[in-house]
């Protein structure tokens, strides 16, 4: 049985990391510009009033107020644009460290 309740759990987080992409993608759609495969800082800010971005920043407990940081966690060259697969995998990153 506590196989059976493991390979539940995991197949369960799996199963979420998979839902957070989609909807981390959907949003980022709406982040990016036309043909960009990069974020700027005021398409992110903008964002952030968002209810799924909102949404995701309580699932890893981090609060709006703390997004710039996020983001220039994320561009170390302070380009000022980041890469769309570095936010959605610093996020995933993120999301991962608040469950454990």
């Not at 759609?29 to 398409?43: F, H, V």
């Not at 799924?52 to 983001?71: H, K, N, Q, T, V």
Request: proline share 3%; charged share 25%.
């Amino acid at each position: 049985t506590g196989v059976f309740v493991e390979s539940a759990i995991a197949s369960t987080r799996a199963e979420n990391s998979v839902n957070l992409v989609h909807s981390l993608r959907e949003v980022v759609e709406r982040m990016q510009g036309e043909g960009s495969s990069t974020l700027s800082w005021d398409n992110f800010q903008h964002e952030l009033q968002n209810p799924r971005m909102l949404a995701y920043f309580r699932s890893i407990d981090l609060d709006p107020s703390e997004a710039e940081g996020l983001f220039r966690i994320l561009d170390p060259d302070e380009t000022g644009t980041i890469d769309v697969e570095d936010f959605i995998m610093g996020c995933l990153r993120l999301h991962g460290a608040a469950k454990a």
